[in-house]
C-alpha cells in the first residue's frame, strides 16, 4: 500500500529554519504530483507547495520567497525547505500523493496523505 512518511519538523526560533522531508513507498513516485499542506491549531488544512513530475513548483502566497519545495526521484523523496520561520507558520505540515503527473493547490485532488510532522515557531 501507499505509504508517505514526514520528518524534520521541530521547535525553531522566529527567523530559523527547518527541511522537511516525505518518503514515499507503494506509488510510481517520478509520475505522480505532490503537495505539502499544512493545518495551523484549530484552522482548517491550506496548500502550502506543489511539485509536478518535472519539477515545476507552485506556492501559496504566504510562503513565496521564503519556502522551497523538491524532489529527489532517486530517493522517493520530496522536501520542503524553510527559512526565515515565522510564529505564523506553525501548523501540522502533511506530504500528499497524487494520482497524477501535475500538483494541485486543492485538498481534495490528492490522493494519499501523511500522518504529518508537527512545526512550531516560537517568538
Known amino acids: 500500500q501507499v505509504q508517505l512518511v514526514e520528518s524534520g519538523g521541530g521547535l525553531v526560533q522566529a527567523g530559523g529554519s527547518l527541511r522537511l522531508a516525505c518518503v514515499a513507498s507503494g506509488l510510481t513516485f517520478r509520475s505522480s504530483g505532490m503537495g505539502w499542506f499544512r493545518q495551523p491549531p484549530g484552522k482548517e488544512r491550506e496548500f502550502v507547495a506543489s511539485?509536478?513530475?518535472?519539477?515545476?513548483?507552485s506556492y501559496a502566497d504566504s510562503v513565496k520567497g521564503r519556502f522551497t519545495i523538491s524532489r529527489d526521484n532517486a530517493k522517493n523523496t520530496v522536501y520542503l525547505q524553510m527559512i526565515s520561520l515565522k510564529p505564523e507558520d506553525t501548523a501540522v505540515y502533511s506530504c500528499?500523493?497524487?494520482?497524477?503527473?501535475?500538483?494541485?493547490?486543492?485538498?481534495?485532488?490528492?490522493?494519499?496523505w501523511g500522518q504529518g510532522t508537527q512545526v512550531t515557531v516560537s517568538s
Open positions: 511539485i509536478n513530475w518535472s519539477s515545476a513548483t
Open positions: 500528499a500523493a497524487r494520482k497524477s503527473l501535475s500538483g494541485s493547490f486543492r485538498v481534495n485532488e490528492y490522493d494519499y
